[in-house]
């Protein structure tokens, strides 16, 4: 099984600021055929379902807002907030869609500094 | 507009058994993969099972193999998830989620508002 890492936990992040979120996969994600990474990143907040914002890596889901970007190839992923808004404190979660199970990351809380 | 409702959620014995349904509308049931993933307030979100387009094919976090049972209805666009021998680690939110283009390696565009499974005695 795939295991997905990521790193920070948490954090703290000023207002317009730029907040950086890593995803390590224990293997490539990165299907040769295709040249796709089969990774996603998911928002969710409380009482609410988790949100799909950016999916094959670094495809921002329709309506996500561009300060959301996602990069990286096989095994290292990041997603970058680019100007920190208060509507983006959320815990974010990456996960592989590779082969089942489909494991997530253990989820990174994003507050507000 | 793709919709999704999940109902069956509530309190059971550690041991007993659960079965949820997630209603379905607003795209071709039959043939897309739906999964289910479970957020537990100290584990995160879990990718629990899948059943894979109109062939069937089913897959299981280790975790629940052997205990749950994903399963559709596809004259009543419903999905299910039997669940036996519950433990108290089963505790959760559980959703419903349809990958985009309902294939089965996408990621999920779709989530239903989640039913709360609690296991306790």
């Known amino acids: 099984d795939i295991v997905m890492t990521q790193s920070p936990d948490s954090l703290a992040v000023s207002l317009g600021e730029r907040a950086t979120i890593n995803c390590k996969s224990s293997q490539s994600v990165l299907y040769s055929s295709n040249n796709r990474n089969y990774l996603a990143w998911y928002q969710e907040k409380p009482g609410q379902p988790p949100k799909l914002l950016i999916h094959?890596?670094?495809t921002r889901e329709s309506g996500v807002p561009d300060r959301f970007s996602g990069s990286g190839s096989g095994t290292d992923f990041t997603l970058t907030i680019s100007s920190l808004q208060a509507e983006d404190v959320a815990v974010y979660y990456c996960q592989h869609y590779y082969s089942a199970p489909f494991t997530f990351g253990q989820g990174t809380k994003v507050e507000i500094k | 507009e793709v919709q999704l409702l999940e109902s069956g959620g509530g309190l059971v014995q550690p041991g007993g058994s659960l079965r949820l349904s997630c209603a379905a509308s607003?795209?071709?049931?039959?043939?897309?993969?739906m999964n289910w993933v479970r957020q537990t307030p100290g584990k995160g979100l879990e990718w629990v099972s899948m059943i894979c387009d109109s062939r069937g094919d089913t897959y299981y976090a280790d975790s629940v193999k052997g205990r749950f049972t994903v399963s559709r209805d596809s004259s009543k666009n419903t999905l299910y998830l039997q669940m036996n021998s519950l433990r108290g680690e089963d505790t959760a939110i559980y959703y419903c989620?349809?990958?985009?283009?309902?294939?089965?390696?996408?990621?999920?565009?779709?989530w239903g508002q989640g039913a709360l499974v609690t296991v306790s005695s």
């Open positions: 989620a349809r990958p985009n283009g309902g294939n089965c390696n996408s990621a999920y565009s779709h």
């Open positions: 094959w890596a670094s």
């Open positions: 607003g795209f071709a049931f039959s043939y897309s993969a």
